[in-house]
Nanobody, 115 residues
Framework: QVRLVEFGGGEVQAGGSLTLSCAAS????????MGWYRQAPGKQRDLVAG???????NYADSVKGRFTISRDNAKNTVYLQMRSLKREDTAVYYC?????????WGRGTQVTVSS
């Protein structure tokens, strides 16, 4: 079983920055992939950014150039740096990790971008 805990959510003004962290309960080098999804009220949960075990990254088109995903294997933590935040980035952000073909999820952290 994998436990994932997100940190760093909050409220920020449009144009601002925020960094999310996801701490895993086991060595993240064992994960096929990790990343972040988000879900706004009334909408489906969508991929924001992902990073594989060999550090390949992918991003949703809506966040390319503004968000950066990274990982620190020594800290078993994945980060999501968010810049130039927009109101439409407001959502609950969930960390995920794929471990032996199974997706594991954190409880989510709220990000609210105000004008």
């Amino acid at each position: 079983q994998v436990r994932l805990v997100e940190f760093g959510g909050g409220e920020v003004q449009a144009g601002g920055s925020l960094t999310l962290s996801c701490a895993a309960s086991r060595n993240i080098v064992d994960f096929n992939a990790m990343g972040w999804y988000r879900q706004a009220p009334g909408k489906q949960r969508d991929l924001v950014a992902g990073i594989t075990s060999d550090v390949n990254t992918n991003y949703a088109d809506s966040v390319k150039g503004r968000f950066t995903i990274s990982r620190d294997n020594a800290k078993n933590t994945v980060y999501l740096q968010m810049r130039s935040l927009k109101r439409e980035d407001t959502a609950v952000y969930y960390c995920y990790a794929n471990y032996f073909g199974l997706d594991n999820w954190g409880r989510g952290t709220q990000v609210t971008v105000s004008s």
